[in-house]
Every structure is written in C-alpha cells, then in structure tokens.
C-alpha cells in the first residue's frame, strides 16, 4: 500500500482550520472533534470512510488492554514508527501516562501539527517536546485506488 501525498493531506487538513469543537462530530466549518477531523480528511483524501466509528468516551485518562483507536487505523492506514512520522502523517497521542491513545492529530511540518482541541476548534500549534512526547502512534493515510483494491480483495474473500 502506497501513501497520499503529504502535500495533499496537509492542504486538505488545512481547510478545517478554525472548524469549532464538537465531541464525535466531522462536519467541516460546523463542528469536529480530534478523530472527526481525521474522518474528515480521510473522506477528502481516499474516499468513503472504511467503517463506522462507534460512540467513544472522551476519557484521555481512559486504560484499559486495548489500543481502540490504533487497531482501527491499523486497519485502514499504513502503520509507521512514530520516530519516522513526517508531514502528512497521522499522529495518535497518550494524554496521560499508561492510558490508551485519544488524542489525534495530523503533522503538517517537523514542528508543527493540527489537531481539533476543546473551546478552540480545528487550530495548527507547534509539535512541542511535550506534544512529542506523548505521541504513541504514527499512520499515513493511504491512496485511493489501494483502498478500493483492498476492499475488493476483502469482498471476493468472502
């Protein structure tokens, strides 16, 4: 599986900036939550969206023996260390230390990333060593025809 070019991710993410917060809504210029963003960018970028997400907590301090977020972008996406995450990647964060990663954001340079945040909306904001280093995961989104063929491949499974 091949990805989207950064470029193209980052433009895209770009156009939500300034989108208010709204928990577990993706509606660019009305409303976005983190993961809404991302689905919002995904739609823009590759295509219909893969699944439907499920309600979530907005519990950062959440634990638990699952990475929910992270299976679901393993699914989906192309997995990177998060050491070799760049521009255009998708970066899940661990808010508080030994809970799950809730937190997303999209790298749009070395230093700095979008992400949606309570009371200010969709904003771009440099990557921190704070930010840094409670990143837990690292995606790129793929390119549309990959998805399509990998669905197809599943259809054909069944």
């Not at 917060?21 to 970028?45: I, N, T």
Request: proline share 8%; with cysteine; charged share 25%.
């Amino acid at each position: 599986m091949k990805p989207a070019t950064p470029k193209r991710v980052i433009a895209v993410a770009r156009t939500w900036l300034g989108t208010p917060y709204h928990d577990q809504a993706s509606l660019k210029g009305v409303g976005c939550d983190c993961l809404g963003l991302a689905r919002g960018v995904w739609r823009e970028v590759v295509g219909d969206e893969p699944f439907i997400i499920p309600p979530y907590s907005r519990d950062w301090g959440e634990t638990g023996p699952r990475e929910v977020l992270a299976e679901g972008a393993r699914g989906a996406m192309i997995e990177i260390a998060p050491e070799h995450a760049g521009a255009g990647a998708l970066v899940l964060f661990r808010m508080a230390p030994r809970a799950i990663a809730k937190h997303v954001g999209i790298l749009t340079s070395a230093d700095s990333f979008l992400h949606a945040y309570e009371r200010l909306g969709v904003i771009e904001q440099p990557l921190t060593l704070p930010w840094r280093r409670r990143i837990a995961f690292a995606f790129l989104f793929p390119r549309p025809a990959l998805v399509l063929r990998k669905k197809a491949r599943r259809k054909t499974r069944s």
